[in-house]
């Protein structure tokens, strides 16, 4: 029984906008990607066999590798990871149901790409300077010291739980800090969830193009004041996942 396929979609772009012919979608071999119009829409999209397995890795790294070099030539409302259709007629119908609000949210992206920067504290760092500055953390590390887990328990939980605690009111305080840097290159920022305990800053930038500059040497300058104790990293230029919440096409 021959398997039946349907319509991976990444994104709904200008009606213009004309994949390259290098692009490659999700799947292996890698699917060709081509674009549904309607109107002044058109969404990019790809074929796929319906009971295909999907989110793997290297589906997922397609799917933002399309998107993110999207744009960069084109605004794009990316479509949630995995959206599978039918066919080229679901596709034609999703334009037109959202015709206006679609090209709307297009046109507040025109121009603008979504950075993210991304921290970690250097562990040693942090805990160091937090004993430095906590006597009763330091008390509490003076009596692991040269003992054993079992018999230090519950003074590295209690320690642990000092620094859980410290971590989160610096993570807190260094996203300000960073909007106050860099937020006055950027259209809208958006913080993010940590991916890991020791996160020291996680925030998304919707930049202009004409500020892209400013804004990575302002970031670059944030970097560089806490390089002993943060390892910063500047992602993008991105499509604009943390800013299209309002238009998301599959709840």
């Known amino acids: ?8 979609i990444y994104g709904i772009v200008p009606a213009d906008v004309e ?5 490659e979608g999700v799947g292996n071999p890698p699917a060709e990607v081509t674009a549904i119009r309607h109107g002044e829409l058109a969404a990019l999209v790809s074929e796929v066999g319906l009971e295909e397995p999907m989110g793997r890795p290297a589906d997922l790294t397609a799917y933002e590798r399309l998107l993110d070099g999207t744009a960069e030539i084109a605004p794009v409302l990316p479509v949630r990871f995995g959206t599978v259709v039918t066919g080229a007629d679901a596709v034609e119908d999703l334009l037109a149901a959202h015709q206006e609000r679609f090209a709307a949210a297009l ?11 991304h921290g970690r504290f250097d562990e040693q760092e942090f805990i160091s300077g937090f004993l430095a500055d906590n006597d009763a953390a330091a008390g509490l590390a003076e009596q692991i010291r ?12 209690r320690l642990g739980e000092m620094i859980s605690q410290a971590v989160e009111l610096r993570r807190e305080a260094e996203n300000r800090a960073l909007v106050d840097a860099v937020g006055r290159y950027a259209v809208a920022d958006a ?10 800053v996680n925030v998304a930038f919707l930049v ?5 500059e400013k804004f990575i040497g302002a970031v670059e300058e944030f970097a560089e004041q806490r390089r002993e104790l943060i390892r910063t990293r500047l992602i993008g230029p991105l499509a604009p996942y943390d800013f299209i919440s309002a238009h998301q096409l599959v709840e």
């Open 107 to 117: 046109a507040e992206l025109e121009d603008r790409i979504q950075y993210t920067v």
């Open 146 to 157: 040269g003992r054993s887990e079992a018999a230090s328990r519950e003074q590295r939980i």
């Open 19 to 23: 994949p390259t012919p290098d692009a």
């Open 208 to 212: 202009g193009v004409d500020d892209e």
């Open 191 to 200: 913080a993010r969830q940590p991916s890991h305990e020791l996160d020291a």
């Open 1 to 8: 029984m021959a398997e039946e396929n349907g319509l991976f």
